[in-house]
């Protein structure tokens, strides 16, 4: 009866110990995402006059991870010229394939009482010469223990209004 017992109370404790170390683990476990490549390749123009000044920012991004990317949200900064265009947070519904290219698009408000007059010559000169660009943000992603993950590139666009 006492190796009973003792048997009993070993399994127990042998179960405990499996069961906490199992959650340990999980705990730990954090999937590595590499950072996509994340380009501005596009600004149109919709509506720019007193009322609403609208803005269709078009991305391309790669994936170098060698799986896909369900992307849930994001947020961004993209600074023109060194002065802040657009920031904001959208919801996304778009799958970046696993190390391949894609492209998604966001439509964008502006604030034009604070940025009208360098906003004015930005655009004025985009077609013209190419506008420096800054772009910063986070792709929140539905990978299983994933953090958010960061992107960041510089370049440069030309501006094109659409009609």
């Given amino acids: 009866m006492l ?7 070993i399994l127990r404790v042998t179960l405990l110990a499996a069961v906490t170390a199992t959650l340990a683990a999980c705990a730990g476990v954090s999937t590595h995402v ?5 380009s501005l390749n596009q600004v149109d123009v919709q509506k720019l006059d007193l009322d609403a000044q609208t803005v269709l920012l078009r991305f391309d991004v790669t994936n170098p991870n060698p799986f ?20 904001g947070e959208s919801t996304a519904d778009f799958t970046m394939p696993a190390q391949s290219d894609t492209a998604f698009a966001i439509s964008a408000e502006l604030d034009l009482l604070n940025t009208a007059p360098r ?29 958010a993950v960061p992107f960041e590139e510089n370049g440069t666009i030309r501006l094109f209004a659409s009609n």
Wanted: aromatic residues 12%; without cysteine; positive net charge.
């Fill in 3 to 9: 190796y009973r017992k003792q048997g009993k109370m």
């Fill in 34 to 38: 590499d950072s996509p490549r994340v």
């Fill in 68 to 87: 896909p990317l369900p992307v849930r949200s994001l947020s961004y900064r993209v600074d023109l010229d060194g002065y802040r265009f657009a920031s």
């Fill in 119 to 147: 906003l004015i010559q930005i655009i004025r000169q985009g077609a013209h010469r190419n506008i420096p660009y800054s772009l910063k943000g986070e792709f929140e992603v539905d990978v299983p223990f994933a953090p």
